[in-house]
């Protein structure tokens, strides 16, 4: 049976698979016939091309260098608490029930359709590219980037306040996904660092808000932050984090921990490094 002509229906369902050398030899060469003589398929290649060129300047996101420590902290935390006492099958679906509707899910579940908002979005740019310019999808998905970056924040201040440490640890993780954080989420990661009961929580709050030391009120944070630590493990953390800074500010702080009698001597010698690195 002869096979019928190619339609432009059927070339601009081809364009992506084309684009990616995804289409069979076959079907390539047919449809690269059909648009060396079809200028309204050609200039729906051209867009399409010019949208995929788009995208691709969208950042990849990668493995986090924090997310091994995420994870030993996480690890530690459920270690803490699998041996205790187990709830009824009854008031575990209640617990479930209400978490269903806390706000903490509930900005969960608006995350997820902002992302999947992005999904349909560039699905339906993909299928009709001829329709809207490059300048005015770019405006679109900056539009779609900067309410990613409001959900993520929103999620971060409300994981914050969970009494789960690993969902507190995971609240924490969304720093590295925000391009630029607020300052109530500076005030609440130092909250964070000052007062959370776990400690795995505060190491890990304490490299992110490392990562974000531009901020002077982060600096500022972490000097203070210094003389409110009783952890040696945080103390220790916070004197290195200080030398790296190059925070001169610290050395008061850091001289005036060296006079409580409780100090760890291991976390006494690394402060006196310290300081000596600051001076």
Same mark, same amino acid.
């Given at each position: 049976?002869? !096979?019928?002509?190619?339609? /432009?229906?059927?070339?601009?369902?081809? &364009?992506?698979?084309?684009?990616?050398?995804? +289409? %069979?030899?076959? *079907?390539?060469?047919?449809?690269?016939?059909?648009?060396?003589? /079809?200028?309204? /398929?050609?200039?729906?290649?051209?867009?399409?091309?010019?949208?995929?060129?788009?995208?691709?300047?969208? %950042?990849?996101?990668?493995?986090?260098?924090?997310?091994?420590?995420?994870?030993?902290?996480?690890?530690?935390?459920? !270690?803490?608490?699998?041996?205790?006492?187990?709830?009824?099958?009854?008031?575990? #679906? $209640?617990?479930? &029930?209400?978490? +269903?509707?806390?706000?903490?899910?509930?900005?969960?579940? =608006?995350?997820?359709?902002?992302?999947?908002?992005? =999904?349909?979005?560039?699905?339906?740019?993909?299928?009709?590219? =001829?329709?809207?310019?490059?300048?005015?999808?770019?405006?679109?998905?900056?539009? +779609?980037?900067?309410?990613?970056?409001?959900?993520?924040?929103?999620?971060?201040?409300? =994981?914050?306040?969970?009494?789960?440490?690993? *969902?507190?640890?995971?609240?924490?993780?969304?720093?590295?996904?925000?391009?630029?954080?607020?300052?109530?989420?500076?005030?609440?990661?130092?909250?964070?660092?000052?007062?959370?009961?776990?400690?795995?929580?505060? $190491?890990?709050?304490?490299?992110?808000?490392?990562? #974000?030391?531009?901020?002077?009120?982060?600096?500022?944070?972490?000097?203070?932050?210094?003389?409110?630590?009783?952890?040696?493990?945080?103390?220790?953390? $916070?004197?290195?984090?200080?030398?790296?800074?190059?925070? !001169?500010?610290?050395?008061?702080?850091?001289?005036?921990?060296?006079?409580?009698?409780? &100090?760890?001597? +291991?976390? !006494?010698?690394?402060?006196?490094?310290?300081?000596?690195?600051?001076?």
């Amino acid at each position: 049976m002869e !096979k019928l002509p190619i339609n /432009c229906d059927q070339i601009k369902d081809q &364009l992506t698979d084309w684009l990616s050398n995804q +289409l %069979p030899d076959a *079907e390539r060469v047919t449809l690269e016939t059909h648009l060396a003589q /079809c200028p309204a /398929c050609q200039a729906e290649a051209r867009a399409t091309r010019q949208l995929w060129q788009l995208m691709g300047n969208v %950042p990849t996101p990668e493995p986090s260098p924090m997310a091994r420590v995420r994870f030993q902290a996480m690890l530690d935390t459920y !270690k803490e608490t699998v041996n205790t006492k187990q709830e009824s099958v009854f008031n575990n #679906l $209640l617990t479930k &029930l209400r978490q +269903l509707w806390a706000p903490n899910y509930a900005y969960r579940l =608006g995350y997820s359709f902002v992302l999947l908002s992005i =999904g349909v979005a560039a699905g339906y740019w993909f299928s009709h590219p =001829g329709k809207t310019t490059v300048a005015v999808q770019q405006q679109q998905i900056d539009t +779609l980037s900067t309410q990613v970056q409001e959900m993520r924040q929103m999620v971060l201040l409300s =994981g914050l306040e969970n009494p789960s440490a690993s *969902e507190r640890l995971r609240a924490v993780s969304y720093t590295e996904e925000i391009n630029q954080v607020d300052e109530k989420v500076v005030d609440a990661l130092l909250t964070t660092l000052d007062n959370d009961s776990n400690v795995n929580v505060r $190491l890990v709050t304490l490299e992110a808000l490392a990562k #974000l030391a531009d901020n002077p009120s982060v600096r500022e944070g972490l000097v203070q932050s210094i003389a409110r630590q009783e952890s040696p493990l945080v103390q220790s953390a $916070l004197a290195d984090i200080m030398v790296k800074l190059q925070e !001169k500010r610290s050395i008061k702080p850091l001289r005036q921990l060296l006079h409580d009698d409780n &100090l760890n001597h +291991l976390v !006494k010698g690394k402060i006196e490094q310290s300081i000596r690195d600051l001076s």
